[in-house]
Nanobody, 120 residues
């Protein structure tokens, strides 16, 4: 079983920065991708940023040029640096990890979520 433990959420003023961390219970090399999603009240989770095992990243258009995803293989931790935060970034942020196994099955893991609140 994989555990993902998030930290770093909180309250910040618009224009400020936060860094989210997601510590995995196993080596990041075991995951095909790791990423961050967010969920607004009453909405489905949406992708914020994702990083592949090879280091390729992609971002949603709404956070591009403001957020940066990175990974520390030695610490088995993925980070989301969020700069120039806006009130519309207020949401619960979830860490995500995916494994595509050799038998063709895909496994998806989620963290418990961390609240990010941006005040205007």
């Amino acid at each position: 079983q994989v555990q993902l433990v998030e930290s770093g959420g909180g309250l910040v003023q618009a224009g400020g920065s936060l860094r989210l961390s997601c510590a995995a219970s196993r080596t990041m090399f075991s995951f095909n991708t790791m990423g961050w999603y967010r969920q607004f009240p009453g909405k489905q989770r949406e992708l914020v940023a994702r990083i592949t095992r090879g280091g390729t990243t992609n971002y949603s258009d709404s956070v591009k040029d403001r957020f940066t995803i990175s990974g520390d293989n030695a610490e088995n931790t993925v980070y989301l640096q969020m700069n120039n935060l806006k009130p519309e970034d207020t949401a619960v942020y979830y860490c995500n990890a995916n494994i595509n196994s050799a038998n063709g099955l895909s496994y998806v893991y989620w963290g418990q979520g961390t609240q990010v609140t941006v005040s205007s």
